[in-house]
Every structure is written in C-alpha cells, then in structure tokens.
T-cell receptor, first 114, second 116 residues
Framework: GQQLNQSPQSMFIQEGEDVSMNCTSS?????WLWYKQDPGEGPVLLIA?????ELTSNGRLTAQFGITRKDSFLNISASIPSDVGIYFC??????????????FGTGTRLQVTL | DARVTQTPRHKVTEMGQEVTMRCQPI?????VFWYRQTMMQGLELLAY????????DSGMPKDRFSAEMPDATLATLKIQPSEPRDSAVYFC??????????????FGEGSRLTVL
C-alpha cells in the first residue's frame, strides 16, 4: 500500500525560528494536504495543494507540491508558541481505488521554546 | 459553524465490553471516514463510506469492529468485545473527497477510548 514518510519526527525550536518539514511518498499523489493537530483536538486543515510545483502560502505557512508528485514541504516562518502541535501531511493517490481516501504521514511534533 | 460532532469524547471501559462511538458529519458531506490514532501507528484509516455505502473497511479488524451509517446524519463504529489494544483516539472525518474535487477532510474532536 501507499506509505508516507514524514520528517523530522519531532522538533524543538526557539520562538522566532523558521521551521521546515517534509513528506515523501512511494507513489505519485495528485493532492497534498497539510494538517495541524492541537492537543486534545482533531486535525485541522492548513494548506491544500493540487498541482505539481504549486507553492501556496497561508500567513506564516508556505507549502509546496513537489515536481515529482512524490513529495511535499511545509515551512513555518518566525515560529510562535501557538505553533506547538503535531503537523501531518496527507496525500491522495491518482488511481480510482485510492482517489477517495487520504494517506497520512506519521506526523511532526513541534515544540517551541521561548 | 458547521463541524463534525463525535460522541462520547472520552470512554473508559473494561475488556470484553461493547463500545459504540457515534459521529454526525457536516450536513451535505457525502463521505465519512473513521480513523484511529495511536502513538505508535499514527493515523490509521479504519473504514469509509460514500453516500452511506461502505467503500473500504480493509483497515478494520472485522472480527470485533463494525462500522455502519444508518442515515446521512449518523455514522457508528462499534467494537465488540473490546480489548486493551483498542485503546486509542478514534476520529471521524467528513468531506467530498474524490477525483476532481477539493478533497478536503474535516475532522471531529475525537473519541478517546481506554480499555482496561
């Protein structure tokens, strides 16, 4: 089945620093989504990407859909304490059988120190 | 403010007991997913429905788990009998995923299950 490798698994950074995380797939995806999960809550969608090479921003967040369609990157600029949480990438395959469901990465746990 | 509603938020039960988790998807969404989240496995897809019909439940242990959607406003996930290894947070999500659509999923707040 499809697998998503997300890295890093966890990060400790200082407030104000920039953050980068990425996701790679063993197969081609036609959609990449990035979610954030706060403690005790469900994942919330941050950014959606639908075309290879697409670069999309949402405030301090920027995400890119890799040219190969097998990877995606999320960057957070000037991190703040409320950025703490778990970030998940998710991808949707191109085959009819996989087009409906998302495959999730293992998550990147972000902790921000003052 | 439309959102996915899950009940119960927390459940503690003893091994062997039946557990039923419920989900009310966002009105108008035609696809409902059940995910399980654990520290070791991350988010695992258990089952999903489109227009109330089950499309894929290959991720679900069928000997003890069952998922149904009796109507468009209710999805259920049942575990019988429950085991300690079922302890996890169970998420319901709804949306319009599929080729040619935006594909976004909206998650509920989850049901945290502890089986003693």
């Amino acid at each position: 089945g499809q697998q998503l490798n997300q890295s890093p698994q966890s990060m400790f950074i200082q407030e104000g620093e920039d953050v980068s995380m990425n996701c790679t797939s063993s197969s081609i995806f036609n959609t990449w989504l990035w979610y954030k999960q706060d403690p005790g809550e469900g994942p919330v969608l941050l950014i959606a990407l639908y075309k290879a090479g697409e670069l999309t921003s949402n405030g301090r967040l920027t995400a890119q859909f890799g040219i190969t369609r097998k990877d995606s990157f999320l960057n957070i600029s000037a991190s703040i304490p409320s950025d703490v949480g778990i970030y998940f990438c998710a991808g949707r395959g191109i085959n009819t059988g996989t087009a409906s469901k998302l495959t999730f990465g293992t998550g990147t746990r972000l902790q921000v120190t003052l | 403010d439309a959102r996915v509603t899950q009940t119960p938020r927390h459940k503690v039960t003893e091994m062997g007991q039946e557990v039923t988790m419920r989900c009310q998807p966002i009105l108008g969404h035609n696809t409902v997913f059940w995910y399980r989240q654990t520290m070791m496995q991350g988010l695992e897809l258990l089952a999903y429905f489109r227009n109330r019909a089950p499309l894929d439940d290959s991720g679900m242990p069928k000997d003890r788990f069952s998922a149904e959607m009796p109507d468009a406003t209710l999805a259920t996930l049942k575990i019988q009998p429950s085991e300690p290894r079922d302890s996890a947070v169970y998420f319901c999500a709804s949306g319009f995923p599929g080729t040619g659509t935006t594909g976004e999923l909206f998650f509920g707040e989850g049901s945290r299950l502890t089986v003693l």
